[in-house]
């Protein structure tokens, strides 16, 4: 059985502070993904890594994707309320991801003004 | 802008009632998935399409079954709804590896 592992899965943190998550796990993925949920929301994604060793930056975010396949992170820098909501990691194995999309449990950030 | 909906947001069942959940995507996706979310347990899935009529258990399929009549509509039906399928259900499509959600219905069964 494949898994997902994220931690924390609980962070509260002051405005501008950083912070990183992590998802981690013993099997190899073709691509991992990262999406954020707000509440009432359905998730919505924010970004896919699909290469050992990649590096992806979205504003304020920086994705990595673990050498081996197999674990990821996502840093924030100097964080915003906005930033506050549930981060899911998401593993897929084959060509575009096949059917099945494995999710790690999240981890859930508030951030304070 | 690709949209996913489901039908209800929020759903109060007795134990033992039938419940139907609706979703429906705009994007002529011919994948679709059923999740549920719970506290510390993340998505799981409960069953995928790849195509009209077609179907596969996910991973916690016990007590629910599915319908895809026309590729936009894709349903969960719970025959007999009982206490633990009390949950967060989310719908998605699927295209290009990415996975569009519906904002979820909140089912709590008493």
């Known amino acids: 059985t494949q898994l997902l592992e994220q931690s924390p899965q609980f962070l509260s943190i002051q405005e501008g502070e950083n912070l990183t998550v992590y998802c981690n796990s013993s099997?190899?993925?073709?691509?991992l993904q990262w999406y954020r949920q707000e509440p009432g929301e359905g998730p919505v994604l924010l970004v896919t890594?699909?290469?050992?060793?990649e590096v992806k930056k979205l504003k304020r975010l920086t994705f990595q994707f673990g050498d081996a396949r197999k674990d990821s992170s996502l840093h924030i820098t100097a964080a915003q309320p906005g930033d506050t909501g549930l981060y899911l990691c998401?593993?897929?194995?084959?060509?575009?991801?096949?059917?099945?999309?494995?999710f790690g449990a999240g981890t859930r950030l508030f951030v304070k003004a | 802008d690709v949209k996913v909906t489901q039908s209800s947001r929020y759903l109060v069942k007795r134990t033992g009632e039938k419940v139907f959940l609706e979703c429906v995507q705009d994007?002529?996706?011919?994948?679709m998935f059923w999740y549920r979310q719970d506290p510390g347990l993340g998505l799981r899935l409960i069953y995928f399409?790849?195509?009209?009529?077609?179907?596969e258990k996910g991973d916690i399929p016990e007590g629910y079954s599915v319908s895809r009549e026309k590729k936009e509509r894709f349903s969960l039906i719970l025959e007999s709804a009982s206490t633990n399928q009390t949950s967060m259900y989310l719908c998605?499509?699927?295209?290009?590896?990415?996975?569009?959600f519906g904002e979820g219905s909140r089912l709590t069964v008493l």
């Open positions: 099997s190899v993925f073709s691509s």
């Open positions: 998401a593993g897929a194995t084959g060509r575009e991801g096949g059917f099945k999309t494995i």
């Open positions: 994007m002529d996706h011919e994948n």
């Open positions: 890594v699909v290469t050992g060793g």
């Open positions: 998605a499509s699927k295209f290009g590896g990415e996975l569009f």
């Open positions: 399409s790849y195509d009209v009529k077609m179907k």
